[in-house]
RNA sequence: GAGGUUGUAGCUCAGUUGGUUAGAGCGUCGGUUUGUGGUACCGAAGGUCGCGGGUUCGAGACCCGUCUCCCUCCCCA
């Protein structure tokens, strides 16, 4: 039986147009990463289930792939939490491996594991893909690569600096016609949740928040009550959804909101150092803003979070990050503070494409194509192959001597800059005809000069 | 995981209230005196109409299921 060929979904193929735009992507970012010290590491695309489990919230645990344990391990399978309805403890008792749902969770692993052979401060930049068993739509797949660098051992707000000077560095070198990055403060939320009387509930406080640009105060308001936040606690959070003014303006304004809360005013104090410290290396201020509402879901953030949003394009996030202080202490290692960010190299391919802002130098095909003649042409057009690689200029000689006219097609179709034509008479000549396929002009010219045409154009 | 939408040639799509051999453009391949591509002209190949069932004398069109695409939500890069 035929069957259609197709890929999973929230799956692509790349081709070599497509690869060559994606390594663009990362070797903008890889080149910034490096610029600041951060050194590249790789971790197994999966991880055994308990070390993802449990580390992005209940939603993230749905997000996880799970991979099935294969032979005599099936016969394991909990039969009786599947009679009992409990799925996930039927899911763990068939799969004991998962891919990565993210770096940062593995990188924690391997950080504990490592801890012995790693120097403190440590800062370590990551380009792998990631697997989540999201719903595919617009900027959304369920294979995609982050890009993330992180410092761990160092609490240090120059590490959040740095992590904003890396966006901008890297989405400056894509010319976005514009970006912002937004930063809030884990402790600020956590400040709000316990001056309003809500501590418990800071996780449903902090996703009701972060929905107020999506469905308005009034949305809010009722997200809160449903979750069965206290009346008064809502009257004296909404302050809050009006905060208006320049970031400095608006952390005053929490400053005061905020006075009899120890944690909140350290937040903001972290928050006023940062910006403080963008103030001395004159950091464009236009760029970056303070929110209140950015909470992000991911429950290991402690202080910092990131978001960043490209400006003129339906997209969302296309970075993210933030810092979390206890990340190791879930593998055992206590008192090791994180900070991190991550780049979406797809959405940031998708908007590059859309705003048509890739480089035109990177769909440049091949420099030189030998035409195929036959045996005793093509010896020809072999050493003289040999010698315009030696030069570093890229060529191919055909593979074999069908008609010019398909030779010349395909010359066509791969983009090729330069045929190389070696027939008959040229041969007799001891002379090459060198045609640019641009102009369609031809030049005559002997060996060396050949040769040394592209040493001097190059 | 919840809701909505889509599916006809490699790609983008036509296909009247169900009625003969399902079409176009682009692409592919071949040709236009065999040493000249990208333009032009001529010609050809290529579809069990997503898949499975049903209604009907008859289904690409109607009904049910299923998968997929895209979108909204949840969440995120």
């Known amino acids: 039986m035929i069957q259609k060929p197709t890929i999973p979904k929230g799956t692509r193929d790349f081709l070599p147009q497509d690869v060559a735009r994606r390594n663009y992507i990362f070797d903008t970012i890889k080149s910034v990463f490096k610029m600041h010290g951060f050194a590249p590491i790789e971790t197994p695309s999966f991880e055994l289930s308990s070390t993802l489990m449990g580390k992005y919230g209940e939603e993230g645990d ?216 963008l103030d001395k290396i004159e950091f464009n201020h236009e760029i970056i803003e303070f929110d209140i509402t950015l909470a992000r879901g991911l429950n290991y953030y402690t202080g910092a979070i990131f978001e960043v949003h490209a400006h003129d394009v339906k997209m969302g996030s296309i970075c993210g990050g933030g810092r979390y202080d206890d990340l190791t202490g879930l593998f055992g290692l206590k008192d090791l503070s994180g900070v991190g960010i991550s780049f979406g190299a797809d959405r940031i391919y998708d908007i590059l494409k859309e705003l048509d802002l890739f480089p035109k130098y990177l769909t440049e095909g091949l420099t030189v194509l030998f035409v195929n003649f036959g045996e005793k042409e093509s010896e020809i057009a072999l050493k003289l192959a040999v010698s315009l690689r030696a030069n570093s200029i890229d060529c191919e000689v055909y593979p074999s001597p069908l008609k010019m006219q398909k030779q010349l097609k395909y010359a066509n179709d791969r983009g090729v800059k330069f045929v190389a034509i070696i027939g008959e008479e040229e041969m007799k000549l001891g002379k090459i005809i060198l045609k640019n396929m641009e102009s369609g002009e031809q030049i005559l010219m002997d060996k060396a000069s050949f040769i040394n045409y592209f040493k001097t154009t190059k």
């Not at 000077?165 to 890297?170: E, L, P, R």
């Not at 309003?196 to 469905?215: F, H, N, P, R, T």
């Not at 970031?247 to 006075?259: C, M, P, Q, R, T």
């Open 62 to 277: 749905r997000l996880i792939f799970r991979i099935l344990n294969s032979g005599e391990k099936m016969k394991r399978a909990d039969l009786s939490a599947l009679q009992e309805d409990n799925l996930p403890r039927f899911a763990n008792s068939l799969s004991e491996k998962a891919l990565r749902y993210d770096l940062t969770v593995p990188f924690a692993r391997f950080v504990v594991q490592h801890q012995n052979e790693l120097t403190f401060p440590f800062k370590r930049y990551q380009i792998q893909a990631v697997w989540r068993a999201d719903r595919p739509q617009h900027g959304r797949y369920q294979e995609f690569f982050q890009c993330d660098a992180d410092v761990v051992g160092s609490d240090s707000l120059l590490c959040e600096l740095e992590l904003i000077q890396i966006f901008d560095a890297v989405l400056s070198r894509f010319n976005l016609p514009g970006f912002t990055i937004k930063i809030n403060n884990r402790k600020i939320l956590t400040g709000i949740a316990e001056l309003i009387g809500e501590s418990g509930k800071l996780v449903d406080i902090v996703v009701a928040i972060d929905q107020l640009d999506k469905i308005g105060k009034e949305g809010v308001i009722t997200e809160l009550e449903n979750k069965g936040i206290s009346s008064k606690a809502i009257v004296a959070i909404q302050p809050l959804f009006d905060l208006q003014g320049s970031n400095k303006e608006k952390l005053d304004k929490i400053a005061v909101f905020l006075s009899e809360s120890k944690i909140g005013l350290k937040g903001v104090e972290e928050l006023r150092n940062i910006f403080s410290l």
